[in-house]
């Protein structure tokens, strides 16, 4: 890193050290190593010294982890890039222009959303082995995967953890979102750069927090850290609240930065009736993270005091709705966190794809905030087995009411595709699964918002059913029409339809039949929870089992597909789609810079009725020829 | 590459300003939890043994002082007087360092029993309003180092007003915290 990063003081070139250079993160992750022994050591050895002095202890671990944290931050290029300018002092930066650049930090929001990308993918793949895991298991109804329950239960932490806040938080609004929106609103960068370059590498560090949280001991809880299950658990929820407490404050800075850029880099004439409608699905689920995010983050942090003072704040209040009360109120929200891109990218896909204007636009809006304003009213139904018939129906109705606004979308888009010639690419594919899946979600949604139903499969496998079928069927689904969508703008490339589409249907009907089957299974009762079961349940366990495997086989060969037309794919040109919106009037991939001339947008990018477009000039008309 | 720090324009400013209320916003929501959860655990009660000054009205006091250099120091910035800004910025710093050793004083000596309701979340107070009032410290010193090299006045106001909003929402809400630990 020092090669590249060199005293401004010096800046005549041959004061300008050179040497081939190793990717920064090799050199985060030996600073990393560092201060994490030195941290804890200090804290084991000296500051905190416990009885047969144990070389890591909890105290000792949080220390250690927190200056692993900031020194991973500071040798990725954090030190080069944000602390020494902050306290005045020259920096020389130059960016390598070749594969190292996604292994550094860095403030191009291209560069940065495919970094939140790529991490998202990795922690799809960790968490999705883990699922596997789990469903091996769960192919026999005795423990032949794991020894022991606490093992299968640990994993299945780690599955949801690492699924919720690094895949169904990240993998559209940091990553899609920070590559896109600035293209999207007619900007050259987002608007803080700095942070934005520094929050995706809480990300990867997060990631290795919860994967590795087993080395500290097991954790009963699920993603959603019960107390006071957790404070009776060994050391291993100690890292379930650090690993979540980074992953969290990057979702925090993207909302920051992605909410700044569309109302301050708007390219001229953009104005809030022609916003994208996947920059309102990025405003609206930022709106969602700003609020909720920081409430789980304290109430985290009390459970970590909790872990390691110990502080027994849960344990003691004598009621564990306590807990559940604070982590609900964001437990809820989350999931809309995850959903909402997922309604905003059908409304964006399809009108493209018809080549038909979209239907009640403004409507279609609406739904996306009202979503986002009735979700933070519907936490307690995730209750009501430990509430009075008096307290559940405000919850049971909201609950329902939000099936309203989420109606919108789906009219939109029948409204739109009404009488479109609708042409039936992978993406297109990928959105109406998405949509059929999100369908089969909802209406489950509804049933278990309704106490008569949720108090009889309450912790069933039914209720797992129903939120696989709106986290994977809708956001999955809908990240991988994002993928083969936006792939020629990434990359100028196109990838197989053939086998995007044969890869679609194989996912599409692995997924149903898994999850389909798992309502079944809660009906028979089938508990969430446990990897032991009653002999009667293992046929269908087996047959979910061996679909869940397919659905793994089938995303992983999807990612294989993309990487390799990412490569290797027909070069196309630069607007296959024939879509108005800002991002592909750009170049594919986007030179130097998204627009060399800021476009000036004279109407509204969902109109289809006529040939015009929503731009009045050449945007990369002096874009170098390498570039186009 | 040659960093060329470029005065930023009245668009540019505006943004910044909005992305630090979103920031200052969405961080008023712990202190929001950090609230109820002294009422849903130590109800209203007071430990006799609690010091009313340290971790209490002295670091309150302290910050909300402090508050006056440093938006004296944000009009001086923004008049182009850069040595008065320093002397406001570095009067404040000191006032905040000791405002921070009185604040988060409780986590090294406190008379009552840190295992039972009340001294939790005191604790717990101290400790948050600690990180932040150090966060705000940490602010104050790059802007005082970036003076220091000539990169803040009149054409790089902006981190010399971020400032001064981080300390004022740091004081506040230290303030309410420290009310709602103490009197209500």
């Known amino acids: 890193m020092s090669s590249i990063a060199t005293d401004l003081l010096g800046d005549s070139p041959s004061q300008t050290h050179r040497r081939p250079m190793l990717p920064p993160v090799v050199r985060g992750l030996i600073w990393a190593l560092i201060a994490f022994l030195v941290f804890n050591t200090l804290m084991s050895e000296v500051l905190d010294r416990m009885p047969y002095h144990p070389f890591v202890t909890r105290a000792s671990v949080t220390v250690g982890w927190v200056a692993a944290v900031c020194a991973w931050l500071l040798g990725v290029g954090v030190w080069e890039g944000v602390v020494r300018p902050s306290f005045g002092f020259p920096t020389l930066w130059e960016t390598p222009t070749d594969w190292r650049k996604y292994f550094m930090y860095s403030t191009d929001h291209r560069v940065i959303g495919l970094q939140y990308i790529f991490s998202s993918i990795g922690g799809f793949l960790i968490a999705g082995f883990a699922a596997m895991l789990m ?43 920070n590559y896109l929106i600035p293209l999207m609103v007619g900007s050259n960068k987002s608007a803080f750069p700095r942070m934005s370059g520094v929050s995706q590498w809480l990300v990867p560090a997060g990631i290795a927090t919860v994967v590795l949280s087993p080395v500290l001991g097991q954790w009963t809880t699920g993603w959603r850290g019960y107390e006071p299950l957790a404070s009776q658990d060994p050391a291993g929820i100690v890292f379930y609240y650090l690993g979540v407490f980074a992953l969290t404050t990057s979702s925090l800075m993207v909302a920051i930065n992605l909410t700044a850029t569309i109302l301050f880099k708007r390219a001229p004439g953009l104005t809030w009736n022609r916003i994208p409608m996947f920059a309102w699905g990025m405003l609206t689920v930022s709106l969602l993270n700003l609020i909720w995010l920081p409430e789980i983050q304290m109430t985290f942090l009390l459970g970590l005091l909790g872990a390691v003072i110990p502080f027994p704040y849960f344990t003691q209040v004598g009621s564990p709705l ?11 929200p989350e999931v809309y966190i995850v959903v909402v891109p997922a309604f905003a990218l059908w ?24 979503v986002m304003i009735l979700s933070g009213m519907v936490w307690a139904h995730h209750m009501f ?16 009411i939000i099936s309203i606004p989420t109606g919108f979308a789906y009219l939109v888009v029948i409204g739109t595709l009404w009488k479109a010639r609708l042409r039936l690419t992978t993406p297109t594919l990928l959105v109406l699964m998405s949509m059929f899946n999100f369908l089969i979600g909802g209406v489950t949604g509804v049933l278990l918002a309704d106490p008569v139903v949720n108090l009889q499969v309450h912790d069933s496998f039914f209720v797992v059913a129903h939120f696989h079928y709106t986290i994977i069927g809708a956001m999955i689904f809908s990240w991988f029409a994002a993928f083969y969508y936006w792939l020629p703008k990434f990359t100028g490339r196109m990838y197989s339809e053939r086998w995007g589409k044969v890869l679609s249907v194989w ?3 692995a997924f149903n039949v898994a999850f389909l089957q798992m309502f079944l299974l809660g009906l028979h009762g089938m508990n969430r929870w446990v ?82 477009p929503a731009v009045s000039v050449d945007v990369h008309a002096d874009a170098p020829q390498g570039a186009r | 590459m040659h960093d060329v720090i470029e005065p930023l324009t009245p668009r540019e400013l505006r943004k910044n300003r909005f992305g630090l209320l979103l920031f200052v916003t969405s961080q008023l929501v712990p ?40 938006w004296r120091a944000v009009r001086f910035a923004a008049v182009g007087s850069t040595d ?45 309003g600690g990180f932040f009032t150090l966060v705000t410290l940490i602010l104050l010193y790059s802007v005082i180092a970036r003076a220091a090299r000539g990169q803040a006045g009149p054409e790089h106001y902006w981190g010399v007003e971020a400032t001064g909003f981080v300390w004022s929402f740091n004081a506040l809400s230290w303030l309410a915290i420290y009310i709602v630990m103490f009197w209500l």
């Open chain 1, 322 to 332: 306590t807990y559940l009360e604070v982590f609900w109120l964001f437990g809820h």
């Open chain 1, 135 to 177: 469903r091996l298991e769960l192919m026999n109804q005795n423990l032949w995967v794991f020894s022991n329950p606490g093992a299968y239960l640990s994993t299945v932490g780690i599955h949801g953890t690492v699924m919720m806040f690094s895949v169904g938080t990240v993998g559209l609004v940091g990553g899609f979102g």
């Open chain 1, 385 to 400: 087995t430990n509430m009075s018939n008096s307290q559940m129906l405000p919850f049971s109705f909201f609950t329902e």
């Open chain 2, 31 to 70: 202190t929001f939890v950090l609230i109820n959860v002294r009422f849903m655990l130590a109800d209203e009660y007071v430990s006799a043994q609690a010091d009313l000054l340290l971790g209490g009205l002295l670091p309150a006091l302290l910050l909300l002082l402090g508050a006056i250099p440093v």
């Open chain 1, 347 to 370: 409304q964006e896909i399809l009108p493209v794809m018809g080549q038909k204007s979209l239907f009640a636009r403004q409507w279609g809006i609406i739904g996306l905030v009202f």
């Open chain 2, 84 to 128: 008065r800004m320093r002397r406001q910025l570095t009067l404040a710093g000191i006032v905040g360092l000791v405002g921070l050793v009185t604040q988060i004083w409780p986590l090294i000596h406190h008379r009552y029993d840190a295992l039972t309701p009340f001294g939790e979340v005191h604790l717990a107070s101290v400790g948050v």
């Open chain 1, 507 to 509: 996912i599409f009907i």
């Open chain 1, 531 to 612: 990897p032991v079961y009653p002999a009667y349940l293992q046929p269908m366990n087996f047959q979910v089992s061996l679909f869940a495997i397919l659905l793994g086989i089938g995303f992983v060969l999807h990612f294989l597909h993309i990487a390799w037309m990412w490569r290797h794919g027909p070069r196309v040109e630069e607007n296959p789609w024939r879509s108005k919106t800002l991002e592909w009037q750009a170049t594919s991939p986007p030179g130097d810079e998204n627009f060399t001339t800021i476009p000036t947008v004279v109407r509204g990018f969902y109109d289809y009725s006529d040939d015009r």
